[in-house]
């Protein structure tokens, strides 16, 4: 079936640190691929998306390229800000939602 | 205008009792969605609607009852409240689930449920 293995938090990083969030897939065929975003208090936001192999979503300074071979979809960031603290999902869409266990990023001044 | 809204924000009720959420959608997609998020963050999903058909119900107790007057709205009902139902509730919506590629879901902010 369908599932999202994402690593495990939290992450604590200082102020202009660079970021990786570490996600890897199983899934059948072609999963469209997406980065969510959870801010404190709040519900959850796209931050990205990619729908086929070899694309890269990017927003906000964030990056993910869907890698086919390693099943995988990497969340990076060369500059991290304290507005950036929140909690950070892989998910995946293929027939049904599948949302990894979601890791949550602390960035100090 | 928001996109999706949920009612209440915060509900406090004893064990034993029965409540409601309600979702509204105003993007005019197709399918809604509820998900239980735990004190961990995992995030689960209960229930989908297309159309007002139910399409996923995952292994949710029976006390839990969608309902889906129209496409714009899905309520959740929950019956005989448990200390176990205590979770941040959230209901999503995005376009018609068929269409595959680009497939994206947008979110209430949540309805904090305390269960005493």
């Known amino acids: 079936g369908n599932s999202v293995t994402q690593m495990e938090g939290p992450v604590t990083l200082s102020e202009e640190a660079f970021l990786t969030i570490n996600c890897t897939y199983t899934a059948t065929g072609y999963p469209s691929l997406f980065w969510y975003v959870q801010y404190p208090g709040e519900g959850l936001q796209l931050l990205l998306k990619?729908?086929?192999?070899?694309d890269k979503g990017s927003n906000k300074g964030f990056e993910a390229t869907y890698r086919k071979e390693t099943t995988s979809f990497h969340l990076e960031k060369g500059s991290v800000q304290v507005s950036d603290s929140a909690v950070y999902f892989c998910?995946?869409?293929?027939?049904?939602?599948?949302f990894g266990a979601g890791t949550r990023l602390t960035v100090k001044p | 205008d928001t996109a999706v809204s949920q009612t209440p924000k915060y509900l406090v009720t004893q064990m034993g009792n029965d409540k409601s959420i309600k979702c509204e959608q105003n993007?005019?997609?197709?399918?809604m969605y509820w998900y239980k998020q735990d004190s961990k963050k995992f995030l689960k999903i209960m229930f989908s609607y297309n159309n007002k058909e139910l399409i996923i119900n995952e292994t949710v107790p029976n006390r839990f009852s969608p309902k889906s007057p129209d496409k714009a709205h899905l309520n959740l009902h929950i019956n005989s409240l448990e200390l176990g139902d205590s979770a941040v509730y959230f209901c999503a919506s995005s376009q018609d689930r068929k269409r595959g590629w680009g497939y994206e879901q947008y979110f209430g902010p949540g309805t904090r449920l305390t269960v005493t």
């Open positions: 990619a729908t086929k192999a070899d």
């Open positions: 993007l005019g997609h197709d399918t």
């Open positions: 998910a995946l869409y293929n027939n049904d939602m599948r």
